[in-house]
């Protein structure tokens, strides 16, 4: 598969066109950002990490029937994925109280939420990525009712396998986000999944093993990413 022209650069990745319109390469970088870019630094081998922890539960779900863009990793860093039209509305669930919900609310961190939270914020960098509804979104055009619905169950659905998956690795998933978009008229999970995008706290101990170490100050970052990758591959 040759790598072809960068279309876009984010936080934390590269996307690249193919010789197959339909399929590009999605590169991870080690580049990390908290606060809206506000601050930044760099994580030793993230980007090898997340790789290798998003194929791992992409290929997960995709057999749990949950489909994704993953096609198949190409290398330390890199993922062939299916090009997709990213539906402009994250997604959030939160199955205990952290983050921006506890400040939001007023709420103490690790309260355990039943049932779930699902939001939507509105994916725009520049503003922040503001808390929505589906009000909001189907006024402005973002989605339609039906990929909503679609969006909401699938959500769910990753919430129920992942939080088992871990739970078996002694890894409590706290919140995580999501990205989807169209491909072929279908709905699919794109972005990643990773120490980047979920809050995983040990079992056992409560420690922080994702980008909150970054955030926070907390030291032990690259160690923290590995250990989730260790438990994730093992």
């Known amino acids: 598969m040759k790598k072809g022209k960068l279309i876009y650069e984010g936080k934390a990745k590269r996307v690249y066109e193919t010789d197959n319109p339909d399929l590009l390469i999605q590169e991870f970088k080690d580049d990390a950002t ?32 949950v489909p994704t863009h993953f096609v198949k990793l ?3 860093r890199e993922m062939l994925v299916k090009r997709l039209e990213i539906v ?27 049932p779930p939270v699902l939001e939507y914020h509105y994916k725009n960098d520049a503003l922040g990525d503001p808390l929505m509804n589906e009000y909001h979104i ?15 169950k699938y959500s769910f659905e990753i919430n129920r396998i992942l939080s088992k998956f871990f739970d078996e690795r002694n890894l409590k998933l706290i919140d995580f986000k999501l990205e989807f978009g169209r491909h072929r008229g279908k709905i699919l999970l794109g972005d990643e999944i990773s120490p980047d995008t979920c809050r995983l706290w040990d079992k056992a101990t409560n420690k922080k093993l994702d980008k909150d170490r970054f955030r926070r100050d907390l030291g032990n970052i690259e160690e923290a990413y590995q250990e989730v990758l260790h438990r994730v591959l093992g």
């Open 138 to 152: 189907f006024a402005l055009k973002l989605a339609e009712e039906r990929e909503l619905k679609t969006i909401a």
């Open 74 to 76: 190409l290398s330390a």
């Open 88 to 114: 402009p509305v994250e997604v959030t669930i939160r199955n205990v109280v952290a983050g921006g919900m506890a400040r939001m609310f007023g709420l103490e961190e690790g309260t355990t939420l039943c």
């Open 34 to 65: 908290a606060f809206d870019a506000k601050k930044r630094g760099t994580i030793k081998n993230k980007g090898v990490c997340n790789n290798e922890i998003s194929a791992r539960l992409f290929g997960l779900l995709d057999c749990r029937g």
